[in-house]
């Protein structure tokens, strides 16, 4: 098992998250959502179970909630004194995303970057430097064991520029368990990019290589991915892969406090 990185809060979720890793593939209405753990059907689960796991552990993600359902539980937690923030789902299937994922991967990398996939056997150091990245660029980072494949079904990708410095990352894996109506959607995230490298279609392609790694190599029916409503570069990357916002379905993250727990 890998370390962990990050607040006290986010090294206390990430360590939840692995050592219930297992048990999550057995419980309806639960699933991985790397950092944290997280719940995929409220109705199964249940709100009060949610709001225990919140309170015993400090936060708890939502994934794929019928945005009707949002109001109630934002409600339901803010009582109990929780923040969650939801974020818009942008969701493609195989057919809509892989032909445009292996058009935008076909020529390679931006001149002068190198793309490196982060590797089960990538070492402490290395998988640390990442998530110094991820967590120097707003994101929440991940354990180091799911983000080398060990806990979750996964593939996590750099681009690194000349210096071999880190210039963008992305991330996929399956999150879903077989009781779940979200079996084999993939998600993906942890798409960052260095300001200096910022404009040169790294996100782009980074995005894109993670879409093509989890039709070919994870076997995913659906790729899906989260965007806050006002981050406009995201969106942009997103729908140049071929997803597009579902009409409905939001993913939140609630935690105990006021601060915004990820970007």
């Known amino acids: 098992m890998r370390g962990y990185f990050g607040t006290d809060l986010q090294q206390r979720l990430q360590r939840q998250a692995d050592e219930w890793a297992e048990r999550v593939t057995r419980t309806p209405g639960l699933c991985n959502a790397g950092r944290v753990l997280s719940c995929d059907d409220v109705e199964v689960f249940g709100l009060e179970a949610c709001a225990a796991l919140v309170a015993r552990d400090g936060g708890l993600g939502f994934r794929l909630v019928p945005g009707e359902r949002t109001g109630a539980i934002t409600a339901f937690l803010a009582a109990r004194g929780c923040r969650i923030d939801w974020w818009d789902t942008f969701a493609g299937s195989r057919e809509a995303c892989l032909p445009l994922a292996q058009s935008i991967v076909a020529p390679g990398p931006p001149p002068s970057f190198r793309l490196v996939p982060i590797l089960p056997a990538a070492s402490e150091a290395e998988l640390e430097r990442l998530q110094v990245f991820l967590a120097g660029n707003g994101l929440a980072p991940f354990s180091r064991a799911t983000l080398a494949g060990e806990t979750v079904k996964a593939r996590f990708f750099a681009l690194v520029d000349a210096e071999g410095e880190i ?41 894109a290589r993670a879409a093509l790694a989890a039709f070919e190599e994870l076997g995913a029916t659906t790729f899906y991915e989260q965007v806050s409503a006002e981050n406009v570069a995201s969106r942009r990357m997103v729908e140049a892969c071929g997803l597009t916002l579902h009409p409905s379905l939001k993913s939140g993250l609630a935690a105990v406090g006021a601060e915004k727990f990820t970007r």
């Open 167 to 207: 210039a963008a990352t992305s991330f996929t894996y399956l999150p879903h368990n077989e009781f779940s109506a979200f079996t084999g959607h993939a998600w993906g995230g942890l798409a960052a990019v260095a300001p200096a490298h910022r404009g040169k279609a790294l996100g782009r392609y980074i995005n």
